[in-house]
């Protein structure tokens, strides 16, 4: 028996069905609807056969909004129109034929395979690199070991400026109570570079004879004023000792503290084992610079002979890291030659003066021909002002004339409390001769990190370039 009325044909599970309350429209309630005058298959006489109360609970049942129940087994004829969704036939029609394979040139269609899940990669296990070979650089899939530096202070603050020590923005950071900090001045510095070349570290001790042929160019006054700069600017001990072989007037260039003189160390030497044993027998300055003075009285005094000298700095080199040696005039005396055995370092004091330039030109000639040429090239010469004013030497070609000879040469201008030859303090200078001692200093603490004891060797040749300030 046929059946010429239409079989609803089941809408795709991506469907959407029409809403319960929309009445469907009357060409898909007609194609739904079969003909009266036509007669049923055993399964539609069999479903007719179901009692009334059934019935009507499957007309009062609401459809579903979305089809989730799985395609009947039955097919649907072919070519049997379906339900008419509400956007029409022409959209839903791209839902009924599935769309032909990709044609690939030069290979046949295949059926069209699931595409595989991608499974998360293993991880790796990385490898010791090999020995004597760097590890690889850091990429992003393979990130690069953690920094392991130890935490310092750039880690942990901002940077800031270091507040002024000098002039009008010192008093401006005073004034505010160091709220507003304008910072270094270009001298400011330029001093705290020098003094960080003042404090190099020794290694071991270091000895500075200051020498000079002609008297009364300022050898004595350099040397308590050189050593002073170096006691107040470092925090090591130094001392200053007088070698001159006959009356020396070094310990009368800061305040006496005791009656002692070289002599008298030399007699206790036995009972000297810690520091505070020798200090009996030094005066200090406010600059914390030690001098160890010779005897004044003429009635008592015995020429300072070379053994003299080396059995007392034998005694302060154990104490002392900086050790002065305020030199007599003379180079012939027995002393001398122990100084000069002895020093690490000279520094050659002249006036700008015909008469003192050639001593100190004639002092440098003996000392090469002694076979100190190692000193010269390690050697400093200071041209001293002892008069205010300038005078008719051409300062640039005397200075030129030393530089090609030594390490450095370096010009103190005159200074008023320095010509009274009396106690020298550092406080009473002027600023421009204080700076001119503390570039001295830096100067002369330039050959420490390279002094190790007794220098064996020039650390230049006297062709080289010295430094002139």
């Given at each position: 028996?046929t059946?010429?009325s239409?079989?609803?044909?089941?809408?795709a599970?991506?469907?959407?069905?029409?809403?319960p309350?929309?009445?469907l429209?009357?060409?898909?309630?007609?194609?739904?609807?079969?003909?009266?005058g036509q007669?049923?298959?055993?399964a539609?006489e069999h479903?007719?056969?179901?009692d009334?109360?059934?019935r009507?609970?499957e007309?009062?049942r609401?459809?579903?909004?979305?089809a989730?129940?799985?395609?009947p087994?039955?097919?649907?004829?072919?070519?049997?129109?379906?339900?008419?969704?509400?956007w029409g036939r022409?959209?839903?029609?791209?839902?009924?034929t599935?769309?032909?394979?990709?044609?690939?040139?030069?290979?046949r269609?295949?059926?069209?395979?699931?595409?595989p899940?991608?499974?998360?990669?293993?991880?790796?296990t990385?490898?010791?690199p090999?020995?004597?070979q760097?590890?690889?650089?850091?990429?992003?899939e393979?990130p690069?070991p953690?920094h392991?530096?130890e935490?310092?202070?750039?880690?942990l603050?901002?940077?800031?400026?270091r507040?002024?020590?000098?002039?009008?923005r010192?008093?401006?950071?005073?004034m505010?109570?160091g709220?507003?900090?304008?910072?270094?001045?270009?001298?400011d510095?330029r001093?705290?570079?020098?003094?960080?070349?003042?404090n190099q570290?020794?290694?071991?001790?270091y000895?500075i004879?200051?020498?000079?042929l002609?008297?009364?160019?300022?050898?004595?006054?350099?040397?308590v004023s050189?050593?002073s700069?170096?006691?107040?600017?470092?925090?090591?001990h130094?001392?200053?000792?007088?070698?001159?072989?006959?009356l020396?007037?070094?310990?009368?260039?800061?305040?006496?503290?005791?009656?002692?003189t070289?002599?008298?160390?030399?007699h206790?030497q036995?009972?000297?084992?810690?520091?505070s044993?020798?200090r009996?027998?030094?005066?200090q300055?406010p600059s914390?610079?030690?001098?160890?003075?010779?005897?004044?009285?003429?009635?008592?005094?015995?020429?300072?002979?070379?053994?003299?000298?080396?059995?007392?700095?034998?005694?302060?080199?154990?104490?002392?890291?900086?050790?002065?040696?305020?030199?007599?005039?003379?180079?012939?005396?027995s002393?001398?030659?122990?100084?000069?055995?002895t020093?690490?370092a000279?520094?050659?004091?002249?006036?700008?003066?015909?008469?003192?330039a050639?001593?100190?030109?004639?002092?440098?000639?003996?000392?090469?021909a002694?076979?100190?040429?190692?000193l010269?090239?390690?050697?400093v010469?200071?041209?001293?002002?002892a008069?205010?004013g300038?005078?008719?030497?051409n300062m640039?070609?005397?200075v030129?004339?030393?530089?090609?000879?030594?390490?450095?040469?370096?010009?103190?201008?005159?200074?008023?409390?320095?010509a009274?030859?009396?106690?020298?303090?550092l406080?009473?200078?002027?600023?421009t001769?204080r700076?001119?001692?503390?570039?001295?200093?830096?100067?002369?603490?330039?050959d420490?990190p390279?002094?190790?004891?007794?220098?064996h060797?020039?650390i230049r040749s006297?062709?080289?370039?010295p430094?002139?300030?």
């Amino acid at each position: 028996m046929t059946n010429n009325s239409a079989t609803p044909r089941p809408a795709a599970p991506w469907v959407a069905q029409p809403h319960p309350d929309t009445p469907l429209d009357a060409e898909a309630q007609d194609g739904a609807a079969p003909d009266a005058g036509q007669e049923h298959e055993p399964a539609a006489e069999h479903a007719d056969g179901q009692d009334a109360p059934a019935r009507a609970g499957e007309a009062s049942r609401p459809p579903l909004r979305l089809a989730n129940s799985p395609a009947p087994s039955t097919p649907a004829p072919a070519g049997a129109p379906g339900p008419v969704p509400p956007w029409g036939r022409g959209a839903a029609a791209q839902f009924d034929t599935p769309p032909p394979p990709k044609q690939t040139s030069g290979r046949r269609p295949t059926e069209q395979q699931p595409r595989p899940v991608d499974a998360p990669p293993a991880r790796r296990t990385q490898l010791p690199p090999p020995a004597g070979q760097l590890p690889p650089p850091a990429t992003a899939e393979q990130p690069g070991p953690r920094h392991s530096g130890e935490i310092n202070r750039d880690m942990l603050f901002r940077p800031t400026k270091r507040p002024p020590a000098s002039g009008w923005r010192r008093m401006v950071h005073r004034m505010s109570g160091g709220g507003v900090n304008p910072g270094e001045s270009r001298d400011d510095v330029r001093r705290r570079h020098l003094v960080e070349r003042v404090n190099q570290p020794i290694r071991g001790d270091y000895k500075i004879a200051v020498l000079s042929l002609k008297g009364g160019v300022g050898k004595t006054t350099t040397t308590v004023s050189l050593g002073s700069t170096f006691a107040a600017l470092r925090g090591d001990h130094v001392v200053a000792i007088d070698a001159n072989p006959d009356l020396g007037t070094l310990g009368g260039r800061i305040p006496s503290q005791t009656p002692a003189t070289v002599r008298d160390l030399l007699h206790d030497q036995q009972r000297i084992h810690r520091y505070s044993d020798v200090r009996a027998f030094t005066s200090q300055a406010p600059s914390r610079l030690e001098v160890l003075a010779s005897e004044r009285d003429p009635h008592k005094a015995e020429a300072f002979s070379e053994t003299d000298y080396r059995e007392a700095v034998a005694i302060l080199d154990n104490f002392y890291n900086l050790i002065l040696t305020d030199c007599g005039t003379g180079l012939t005396h027995s002393a001398m030659r122990g100084v000069l055995d002895t020093a690490d370092a000279l520094v050659l004091v002249s006036s700008p003066a015909l008469d003192g330039a050639q001593s100190a030109d004639a002092t440098l000639n003996w000392l090469t021909a002694q076979g100190y040429a190692h000193l010269v090239e390690r050697t400093v010469v200071v041209i001293s002002s002892a008069r205010p004013g300038s005078s008719g030497i051409n300062m640039d070609e005397l200075v030129e004339h030393f530089a090609s000879e030594v390490r450095a040469v370096k010009v103190i201008p005159f200074d008023t409390h320095l010509a009274e030859g009396s106690e020298v303090d550092l406080d009473r200078m002027s600023p421009t001769t204080r700076d001119a001692f503390v570039d001295l200093a830096a100067l002369v603490a330039d050959d420490f990190p390279d002094a190790a004891g007794r220098h064996h060797g020039p650390i230049r040749s006297r062709a080289g370039s010295p430094g002139v300030v």
